[in-house]
């Protein structure tokens, strides 16, 4: 026979409806001790009580290693995202709140122009892009045909990624990694008439030639896994994207000159952050 104790805890165990065990449906209405499933003869009350005490010894779930450092690791790039310098130099928010400025009308001007004709090919920013494009060919080459071709992609990706992470994680300065920000977004811009171009090609390549003449990385590329009928939809998702980091990294650098100039204002309180 149980103790006192455990049928306390049977007096206050649920009511079912179905039997935990069978499924039958014609369950006593009084499911006190000793009632049973008429089916297969399941105590309820003792049934209940089992579950209720394997719920209670069940240990809660430990954090694993690896979550416990993705959180850590997020907490860390959160915190210095959200970072706004101790002192506020008037001269330097004011310079830094004119170049915001050039860097939105100026993006808004890239992002405006058409992917796919080529347009965005005439802007300044492509021939700097255009040297870590031929960077990463070189690069990755060690890593076989496909990853060489990538590469080009890569190292113009790279560069401004690579930028961005080292300002905001070793500088501390979000406001620069905003505008690492901004270049990557200029970058993926940059991709997008390449992956439009692939299904039917009509780019002007470096070698003057174009179209099918001259193949570039995104016909191997779509090629190679299959995609080329998908090249203008794939080419008007990463124009978009590009558009998007872009447009984030303006609101991130004005969001941190809106609170150094709160700062700026108010020396002694401490500044609300979002």
């Not at 939105?104 to 001007?109: N, P, S």
């Not at 171009?197 to 470096?206: N, R, S, Y």
């Not at 203008?232 to 609101?251: N, P």
Request: glycine share 10%.
């Amino acid at each position: 026979m149980d103790s006192g104790k455990p049928l306390a805890h049977m007096a206050d165990s649920p009511h079912y409806t179905r039997c935990p065990k069978c499924g039958s449906g014609s369950l006593p209405a009084d499911q006190s001790l000793p009632a049973a499933c008429p089916a297969c003869g399941l105590i309820l009350a003792k049934y209940g009580v089992a579950v209720a005490r394997a719920a209670s010894a069940a240990p809660f779930d430990e954090e694993s290693p690896a979550a416990a450092h993705a959180r850590d690791a997020f907490a860390y790039l959160n915190a210095a995202v959200r970072h706004i310098p101790a002192r506020a130099d008037p001269a330097t928010l004011w310079a830094r709140a004119a170049l915001l400025l050039v860097l939105a009308l100026w993006g808004m001007r890239l992002i405006w122009m058409d992917y796919r004709d080529g347009e965005f090919f005439t802007s300044f920013l492509h021939g700097p892009l255009l040297v870590f494009h031929e960077a990463g060919h070189v690069i990755f080459r060690v890593f076989g045909e496909f990853m060489m071709v990538a590469g080009g992609t890569l190292g113009q990706l790279l560069m401004p990624a690579i930028m961005c992470g080292a300002l905001l994680l070793r500088n501390r300065d979000p406001f620069a990694a905003a505008v690492g920000l901004w270049l990557f977004g200029v970058s993926v811009l940059d991709v997008a008439p390449y992956v439009f171009d692939a299904l039917h090609p009509q780019l002007t390549l470096l070698n003057g030639s174009t179209g099918e003449q001259g193949g570039h990385d995104w016909m191997y590329l779509l090629g190679e896994t299959g995609l080329t009928k998908r090249a203008q939809g794939l080419g008007w998702i990463t124009h978009k994207l590009g558009a998007l980091m872009l447009l984030l990294s303006l609101y991130w650098a004005g969001w941190v000159l809106w609170q150094q100039k709160l700062r700026l204002d108010n020396p002694v309180e401490e500044v609300t952050r979002i």
